[in-house]
Nanobody
Framework: QVQLVESGGGLVQAGGSLRLSCAAS????????VGWFRQAPGKEREFVAA????????YYADSVKGRFTISGDNAKNTVYLQMTSLKFEDTAVYYC????????????????WGQGTQVTVSS
């Protein structure tokens, strides 16, 4: 079992930046791919970004490409989502996810989910 704990959400003005963190407890991330999803009120959950510990592969949704960066710190057993140039439409609850299968993370069907952290961007 991998427990995922997100932190770093909050209120920020449009154009600002935030860094979300996802820490694994119970065990290390190991070979799990890790990703971020988000869900805004009244909208479907959507994929944001994915990170693989193997080779540091990354993948982003078009809506955040060039603005968000996903990365991992093996020593801290933590994955980060650096968000810059935030827009009002980035407002959502952000969830950290993990799965041994990269494709499951990208497809939105990972085994492990965090509780979520709220990001609110004021216009």
């Amino acid at each position: 079992q991998v427990q995922l704990v997100e932190s770093g959400g909050g209120l920020v003005q449009a154009g600002g930046s935030l860094r979300l963190s996802c820490a694994a407890s119970g065990r290390t991330f190991g070979n799990n791919a890790v990703g971020w999803f988000r869900q805004a009120p009244g909208k479907e959950r959507e994929f944001v970004a994915a990170f693989s510990w193997s080779g540091g592969r990354t993948y982003y949704a078009d809506s955040v490409k060039g603005r968000f960066t996903i990365s991992g710190d093996n020593a801290k057993n933590t994955v980060y989502l650096q968000m810059t140039s935030l827009k009002f439409e980035d407002t959502a609850v952000y969830y950290c996810v993990a799965d041994l299968n990269w494709k499951m993370v990208v497809a939105g069907h990972p085994v492990y989910w965090g509780q979520g952290t709220q990001v609110t961007v004021s216009s």
